[in-house]
């Protein structure tokens, strides 16, 4: 307990200095065992991701409407990961839902991490909660598509150009 209170102090701390704070659910399991915590620093978050069985895990809703309706009230920027049903980015009232890049599955290893990261590039640039989450899914359409949850030289190309095209780049 008093290494979370210090943590949301660095947090808040942090927070009011400008830094931005993006937290990903990370594991259900994860999220089970440590709900009460997740939950108080997703209120001090920025962003925050999470799949389906994470949002479960954290919020207790079992569809994805009620989930993403209650993520959307945790922090101001709210993403639901929904694999290959595509995901839900939440920014207050607003709701986008992006569909999934249709691609040959290889190995999903990496994906939700691709997609957060390339969901915040697209923030830091200046994109809105759609066009960062078309980002998302495609760098993590990207990733699903290789063995190993790593981009090659090649797929960095496509995900660059696919940044540039959406006015990230």
Same mark, same amino acid.
């Given at each position: 307990?008093?290494?979370?209170?210090?943590?949301? $102090?660095?947090?808040?701390?942090?927070?009011?200095?400008?830094?931005? $704070?993006?937290?990903?659910?990370?594991?259900?399991?994860?999220?089970?065992?440590?709900?009460?915590?997740?939950?108080?620093?997703?209120?001090?978050?920025?962003?925050?991701?999470?799949?389906?069985?994470?949002?479960?895990?954290?919020?207790?809703?079992?569809?994805?409407?009620?989930?993403?309706?209650?993520?959307?009230?945790?922090?101001?920027?709210?993403?639901?990961?929904?694999?290959?049903?595509?995901?839900?980015?939440?920014?207050?009232?607003?709701?986008?839902?992006?569909?999934?890049?249709?691609?040959?599955?290889?190995?999903?290893?990496?994906?939700?991490?691709?997609?957060?990261?390339?969901?915040?590039?697209?923030?830091?640039?200046?994109?809105?909660?759609?066009?960062?989450?078309?980002?998302?899914?495609?760098?993590?359409?990207?990733? $699903?598509?290789?063995?190993?949850?790593?981009?090659?030289?090649?797929?960095?190309?496509?995900?660059?150009?696919?940044?540039?095209?959406?006015?990230?780049?």
């Amino acid at each position: 307990r008093r290494g979370e209170a210090a943590r949301l $102090i660095r947090l808040t701390a942090a927070r009011g200095r400008g830094v931005k $704070i993006s937290l990903d659910a990370a594991d259900p399991g994860v999220v089970a065992r440590n709900r009460e915590t997740l939950l108080t620093f997703a209120r001090v978050s920025d962003v925050l991701f999470a799949n389906e069985d994470e949002a479960r895990a954290l919020t207790g809703g079992q569809t994805p409407a009620d989930l993403a309706a209650t993520l959307g009230e945790m922090a101001p920027v709210c993403v639901l990961k929904l694999g290959p049903r595509g995901s839900v980015a939440i920014e207050g009232w607003r709701i986008v839902t992006i569909a999934a890049e249709q691609t040959r599955v290889m190995d999903t290893t990496g994906a939700g991490d691709a997609y957060a990261g390339a969901f915040l590039y697209g923030l830091c640039r200046g994109l809105d909660i759609g066009k960062a989450a078309a980002l998302g899914s495609h760098a993590a359409a990207l990733v $699903i598509s290789l063995l190993g949850g790593r981009l090659d030289e090649g797929r960095r190309g496509l995900l660059a150009a696919r940044a540039r095209e959406l006015g990230a780049g």
